[in-house]
């Protein structure tokens, strides 16, 4: 039989019975016998179609980790984050509260990235580049809650205006409003533009918790754990 002619019947009979010169099909799966040995061509979808019962339903090896549900004082996991292209650059700031459902919300600051980010409910609602402290005094690491809020406040140590003030610390670490801007630094707060600090300032309240990280990046699927304040590192 002619090639062509014999591509020909394969095409209309995909079930074929073994023809002189040793080409076959079987069901969609093809194979070559040339001088004895078998190359057999199979997609992956076929493999997955014919893998026998017994071996298709045997447990897997590890079990599949179950994420932690909501709570409101327990761990919960980001659903979405605001579409920002780019790095956050000094003085930037994002707040868009559509998403933003009922439910905890919770503060995470990453001092590596230099940004704060605002969730409600595992849904990010605001974003914004910071200013932190550096040397002698630090921004400390660890989840604390929100112990003091005042819109008017001004530093009794360094008499400063620290306007839209979340007080995260007993000795007055806190997020406040500030000129953020390259080549600033805090005496260990987290500086936030004055119109994001306000935004900030109406969605909080008394015992919200604020994550403050050193490079702790945190993605869609990720858990944010809000338990256990004031843990520092």
Same mark, same amino acid.
Request: hydrophobic share 40%; with cysteine.
């Given at each position: 039989?002619?090639?062509?002619?014999?591509?020909?019947?394969?095409? &209309?009979?995909?079930?074929?019975?073994?023809?002189?010169?040793?080409?076959?099909?079987?069901?969609?799966?093809?194979?070559?016998?040339?001088?004895?040995?078998?190359?057999?061509?199979?997609?992956?979808?076929?493999?997955?179609?014919?893998?026998?019962?017994?071996?298709?339903?045997?447990?897997?090896?590890?079990?599949?980790?179950? &994420?932690?549900?909501?709570?409101?004082?327990?761990?919960?996991?980001? +659903?979405?984050?605001?579409?920002?292209?780019?790095?956050?650059?000094?003085?930037?700031?994002?707040?868009?509260?559509? +998403?933003?459902?009922?439910?905890?919300?919770?503060?995470?600051?990453?001092?590596?990235?230099?940004?704060?980010?605002?969730?409600?409910?595992?849904?990010?609602?605001?974003?914004?580049?910071?200013? +932190?402290?550096?040397?002698?005094?630090?921004?400390?690491?660890?989840?604390?809650?929100?112990?003091?809020?005042?819109?008017?406040?001004?530093?009794?140590?360094?008499?400063?205006?620290?306007?839209?003030?979340?007080?995260?610390?007993?000795?007055?670490?806190?997020?406040?409003?500030?000129?953020?801007? +390259?080549?600033?630094?805090?005496?260990?707060?987290?500086?936030?533009?004055?119109?994001?600090?306000?935004?900030?300032?109406?969605?909080?309240?008394?015992?919200? &918790?604020?994550?403050?990280?050193?490079?702790? &990046?945190?993605?869609?699927?990720?858990?944010?754990?809000?338990?256990?304040?004031?843990?520092?590192?």
């Amino acid at each position: 039989m002619a090639l062509s002619a014999l591509l020909a019947f394969l095409r &209309r009979n995909p079930l074929a019975a073994p023809i002189a010169g040793g080409v076959f099909v079987l069901g969609g799966l093809l194979a070559f016998q040339v001088g004895g040995d078998v190359v057999t061509v199979a997609s992956a979808k076929l493999r997955q179609k014919f893998t026998p019962l017994a071996e298709a339903a045997s447990p897997p090896l590890v079990a599949a980790s179950v &994420r932690p549900k909501p709570t409101p004082e327990g761990p919960f996991v980001v +659903k979405s984050i605001l579409k920002i292209d780019g790095p956050i650059k000094y003085g930037q700031s994002y707040w868009d509260e559509s +998403k933003g459902e009922p439910g905890p919300t919770v503060i995470t600051v990453d001092l590596a990235a230099r940004t704060l980010s605002v969730f409600r409910n595992g849904h990010e609602i605001g974003a914004t580049a910071i200013l +932190k402290g550096y040397g002698e005094k630090p921004t400390p690491l660890g989840v604390f809650p929100i112990i003091e809020k005042d819109a008017d406040h001004v530093s009794n140590i360094y008499d400063a205006p620290m306007p839209y003030m979340l007080r995260m610390t007993n000795d007055g670490v806190s997020i406040h409003g500030a000129n953020v801007r +390259k080549g600033y630094a805090t005496n260990g707060c987290v500086g936030v533009p004055e119109d994001f600090a306000k935004k900030l300032f109406a969605v909080t309240k008394l015992g919200d &918790r604020i994550i403050v990280t050193d490079g702790k &990046r945190i993605g869609v699927g990720d858990p944010i754990v809000v338990a256990n304040p004031a843990v520092t590192s």
